[in-house]
């Protein structure tokens, strides 16, 4: 499962951003939870893609599976608009990287929306697989533990 991607290249910045809406089965606040729960994100979100989470103020560094480490600055956790912000500070083969995350329902549903803009966008490719990879295990680890709570 491929989940639609909306992606914009701005060539004079060498920039590109990506978003996703990750339709989910579970609510909002369930969601949220996982969101929010910023050094879990191995756990509740994108677990065996990540493998650890080293904890410091403000700052996560994550370990991925293939051994990339990533340190990630947390700009902004607002609960009240269900929006996290980080940026990649250091670790990934990136020279820039602002991720959100956030929580949208409306009539269709609960999705959560993630976007990531980044550089230099010939890693565009990678970048690509790389998000819908982690937005299709978000979906799935999303759905499988809101239903083994029901």
């Known amino acids: ?39 879990a994100v191995h756990k509740r979100l994108i677990p065996g893609a990540a493998v650890a989470v080293d904890q410091e103020p403000d700052t996560r560094i994550v ?13 902004e956790l607002n609960d009240d608009a269900r929006r996290l ?30 976007t990531t803009e980044f550089a230099p966008a010939s890693l565009h490719d990678w970048a690509t697989s790389l998000m819908n990879e982690f937005a299709e295990l978000m979906k799935k680890t999303i759905d499988t533990a809101y239903a083994s709570q029901l």
């Open 1 to 39: 499962m491929t989940l639609p991607m909306q992606i914009d290249l701005t060539e004079e910045t060498g920039t590109s951003a990506m978003t996703v809406d990750i339709p989910v089965d579970a609510s909002a606040a369930f969601v949220w939870d996982a969101v929010r729960d910023i050094y």
């Open 63 to 75: 370990t991925f599976a293939d051994g990339m480490k990533a340190t990630e600055r947390i700009l």
């Open 85 to 114: 912000v980080y940026q990649t500070t250091e670790g990934a083969p990136l020279t820039h990287h602002l991720g959100t995350q956030v929580v949208r329902e409306d009539d269709t549903g609960v999705y959560l929306v993630w």
